[in-house]
């Protein structure tokens, strides 16, 4: 049985101030939660991070950073390699967001290079993929996803690397208030997990998280959970909030 994975994606949101009221908060209501059953991860922005673990540390909420560069080192201003986010003990690494992907102009190659990066430093990734509203109209969602796949995946062995996580998350439904349906959702996580049963193993496919992401709620993250595939959610707008993060815990912790 996989566990559940709530992670928040607070994006540039949160001062420091509210930053370090809310995972105070946070820690205070969620000491009994079974981590056996449900991991909490959190990605602040990255001047936030050293902060949070200090008051993270020896909980069971995960702190982790919303990107990592491409790069070991060298002239690339404003950029934080894995090997930073290593020293100072970050739990993991949000790769591929498609915002990275659209405000960025970020390629498969370009994540795929920043998956290696944190797989040698013992970071575990949360790789994003997704379609667009266009591409899913055009009917061609699966194409999309699996052409993902292939470059974010390449020379990747999985099977050595089952930490490593999948988000999905429909462009279509990122900060629009509109959801992929529990249906609609499955189709896809059914279609990433059987991509990596033929490309590794039943074992690899069955032992790996694959999360949702786009507009995930209290009031929808129980049928979204309740599917198959669907192992968690990646969230934005709704972890910024203490009692809603809290409550979306509290949720799949029941289920």
Same mark, same amino acid.
């Given at each position: 049985?996989?566990?559940?994975?709530?992670?928040?994606?607070?994006?540039?949101?949160?001062?420091?101030?509210?930053?370090?009221?809310?995972?105070?908060?946070?820690?205070?209501?969620?000491?009994?939660?079974?981590?056996?059953?449900?991991?909490?991860?959190?990605?602040?922005?990255?001047?936030?991070?050293?902060?949070?673990?200090?008051?993270?540390?020896?909980?069971?909420?995960?702190?982790?950073?919303?990107?990592?560069?491409?790069?070991? !080192?060298?002239?690339?201003?404003?950029?934080?390699?894995?090997?930073? &986010?290593?020293?100072? $003990? %970050?739990?993991?690494?949000? +790769?591929?967001?498609?915002?990275?992907?659209?405000?960025?102009?970020?390629?498969?190659?370009?994540?795929?290079?920043?998956?290696?990066?944190?797989?040698?430093?013992?970071?575990?990734?949360?790789?994003?993929?997704?379609?667009?509203?266009?591409?899913?109209?055009?009917?061609?969602?699966?194409?999309?996803?699996?052409?993902?796949?292939?470059?974010?995946?390449?020379?990747?062995?999985?099977?050595?690397?089952?930490?490593?996580?999948?988000?999905?998350?429909?462009?279509?439904?990122?900060?629009?208030?509109?959801?992929?349906?529990?249906?609609?959702?499955?189709?896809?996580?059914?279609?990433?997990?059987?991509?990596?049963?033929? !490309?590794?193993?039943?074992?690899?496919?069955?032992?790996?998280?694959? &999360?949702?992401?786009? $507009? %995930?709620?209290?009031?929808? +993250?129980?049928?979204?959970?309740?599917?198959?595939?669907?192992?968690?959610?990646?969230?934005?707008?709704?972890?910024?909030?203490?009692?809603?993060?809290?409550?979306?815990?509290?949720?799949?912790?029941?289920?």
């Amino acid at each position: 049985m996989r566990k559940i994975i709530v992670a928040g994606n607070w994006k540039m949101n949160h001062t420091y101030s509210e930053a370090t009221t809310f995972v105070k908060s946070l820690l205070a209501n969620v000491k009994n939660v079974d981590d056996s059953k449900v991991e909490m991860l959190i990605a602040p922005t990255s001047i936030y991070l050293t902060e949070l673990l200090a008051l993270s540390k020896d909980s069971n909420l995960l702190i982790g950073s919303q990107d990592v560069s491409s790069h070991n !080192n060298g002239a690339f201003t404003g950029e934080i390699s894995a090997e930073m &986010l290593k020293s100072i $003990s %970050v739990d993991f690494s949000i +790769i591929g967001h498609s915002e990275r992907r659209s405000y960025h102009n970020e390629s498969n190659e370009m994540i795929n290079t920043k998956l290696k990066k944190l797989i040698e430093q013992g970071i575990r990734p949360i790789v994003c993929i997704g379609e667009t509203l266009e591409q899913r109209e055009a009917n061609v969602t699966k194409q999309v996803i699996i052409e993902q796949l292939k470059g974010c995946f390449l020379d990747i062995d999985l099977s050595n690397n089952q930490a490593i996580v999948i988000a999905y998350e429909p462009v279509w439904a990122i900060g629009t208030g509109k959801t992929a349906s529990p249906e609609q959702a499955e189709e896809v996580h059914s279609i990433i997990r059987n991509w990596i049963k033929d !490309n590794y193993s039943m074992e690899t496919a069955e032992q790996i998280h694959i &999360l949702y992401g786009g $507009s %995930v709620k209290p009031a929808n +993250i129980a049928e979204l959970l309740a599917q198959p595939n669907i192992d968690g959610g990646l969230i934005g707008g709704a972890s910024l909030k203490v009692d809603s993060y809290k409550e979306m815990v509290n949720i799949a912790e029941k289920l």
